[in-house]
């Protein structure tokens, strides 16, 4: 993998790492009986020919819905992905109860673009969405998942960051505790108590839960400003003073492209003014910088984890649990070094790689602890929320449902999808690609001579051997680029 951890410091840590998953070795799984829905299903069916039936079975079947979202959290920061060092228990716990996508994407790596792709289940290039500024119309957010749900009765809330344009959707929802712009980990409340945001989070999610209605489905959207680091202050990544020993005493593993010269891996026009490089400078510079930058964001994505146990226990304690189901992702992924980089943006795993895990109570023996290594897409979230909740998807969703996936069914699937960052900022070079399962073509298209790069994932997992201008590999390029054309006039129309 390109983001592998060091074997250094796998080595360093396992036997902290072995006593650590002994100390935290989780409760054994509360049991839970099947839900009734085939009963309920089949009588849907046969009535389905009048709309009161309809609703009468939605009603019946449809779960309640916990959306939990991280933002610029990498694929490879769980314990269930591998990871020996950092403490993520309650993450952990719902994959091991529900089904992890180990090969999970974005579509465009930055905040406002991805929340806008999983909200609307489109490419950027569809629903223009490419800047911080812009906003949903009245029009496109109706075909949001979150106004979807709310139309067919659901009962809707947003806890946390929303990030997308300037114009906060508060009346779209029935509960709002969401807030504009990046948001500060350290806020004070009328009487002057520090709290932090993660906190925050926390109590304004339980809120919600206390306060829903009791006969009407609902669904909890929780967007987390962690682990995004506190643009414009000096400490960065900025989490709980509990946490402060935290991973203290441990090597943090570091990327395995971290060896890779950043003047050797990347051209001049790349390496000139770079926002990616800038930020590197801030929190990486340096072997002893880059693991206290480390630290620090393992303890805001351990914080995280805490609020997402502090969630599920609530449900669970309100008699929710059975029919509640969770799923889990991040809006992108973010360099910790590699190659020179921090950041996020560009179409390199560390970038565009997350973590997706969900979890159905409703599930079968045999469709928990389940691993999906097939490419699913950050788009693909708005649909299978949709298609769980017995919903229609719109024919303006251009990702695809994982349920039938999460049924054990092995229908045909995508083999490669369209990248596009095409945000303009003076130091992100714009960019585009396509990312199959075996290669990765990426075009910085704002160059002349256009600048291409060609990865074998299998060969190089770490994306540092350019095969683009090599002429045993110009065949191969030429069905890249053939490819990239064909799916960028479909993804874009």
């Known amino acids: 993998m390109s983001t592998s951890l060091s074997q250094t410091a796998l080595e360093a840590n396992k036997v902290k790492a072995d006593n650590q998953a002994s100390r935290e070795k989780m409760m054994s799984t509360i049991s839970r009986r099947r839900f009734n829905q085939c009963l309920a299903a089949g009588a849907g069916l046969v009535l389905s020919q009048t709309l009161s039936s309809r609703i009468k079975a939605e009603e019946t079947i449809r779960p309640n819905i916990v959306f939990l979202l991280a933002d610029d959290m990498r694929w490879d920061t769980l314990g269930c992905m591998g990871n020996p060092v950092i403490q993520t228990p309650h993450l952990d716990r719902l994959a091991a109860e529900g089904q992890v996508f180990d090969q999970c994407r974005v579509t465009t790596s930055i905040c406002c673009s991805s929340r806008a792709s999983i909200l609307s289940g489109q490419y950027v290039c569809r629903h223009g969405i490419d800047d911080f500024a812009k906003t949903f119309t009245p029009e496109a957010f109706a075909q949001c998942y979150p106004a979807l749900l709310r139309n067919h009765g659901y009962y809707t809330g947003f806890v946390g960051k929303y990030g997308v344009g300037t114009e906060l959707p508060e009346k779209a929802f029935d509960f709002w505790r969401g807030f504009g712009g990046q948001g500060n980990y350290e806020n004070f409340d009328e009487a002057g108590t520090f ?44 989490h709980e003073e509990e946490y402060n020993d935290l991973y ?81 992702t991040s809006d992108n992924g973010f360099f910790l070094g590699d190659s020179g980089l921090a950041g996020k943006w560009y179409g390199y795993e560390a970038s565009i790689r997350v973590p997706l895990i969900i979890y159905d109570p409703r599930s079968s023996r045999k469709e928990q602890d389940v691993r999906h290594y097939i490419p699913v897409l950050n788009i693909d979230i708005a649909p299978t929320i949709l298609e769980l909740a017995n919903i229609p998807i719109p024919d303006t969703m251009q990702g695809k449902s994982l349920v039938s996936r999460m049924q054990g069914e092995k229908s045909m699937w995508r083999s490669d999808f369209f990248y596009e960052h095409n945000f303009h900022h003076p130091g992100i070079p714009k960019s585009e690609g396509v990312v199959s399962r075996e290669y990765k073509y990426l075009r910085y298209h704002e160059q002349n001579p256009l600048y291409e790069e060609l990865f074998d994932l299998n060969a190089d997992p770490d994306e540092v051997i350019n095969l683009a201008g090599k002429e045993e590999y110009e065949p191969l390029l030429k069905r890249m680029r053939n490819r990239f054309d064909e799916l960028k006039e479909e993804c874009c129309r």
């Open 248 to 328: 203290a005493d441990l090597i943090m593993p570091v990327p395995a492209s971290n060896t890779v010269s950043y003047e050797d891996r990347f051209p001049e026009f790349f390496r000139d003014n770079n926002e990616a490089r800038r930020r590197w400078k801030l929190r990486f510079a340096t072997p002893e910088m880059q693991q206290e930058s480390i630290r620090k964001y393992y303890r805001l994505i351990t914080g995280l984890d805490r609020v997402a146990g502090e969630i599920r226990d609530k449900v669970d304690a309100l008699g929710f649990g059975e029919n509640t189901l969770f799923i889990f």
């Open 195 to 238: 709290r932090h945001l993660n906190r925050i989070t926390a109590e304004d999610s339980l809120a919600f839960l206390e306060n829903c209605p009791k006969d009407r489905p609902f669904c909890l959207n929780v967007s987390f400003k962690a682990p995004h680091c506190q643009d414009g202050d000096a400490r960065q990544f900025i």
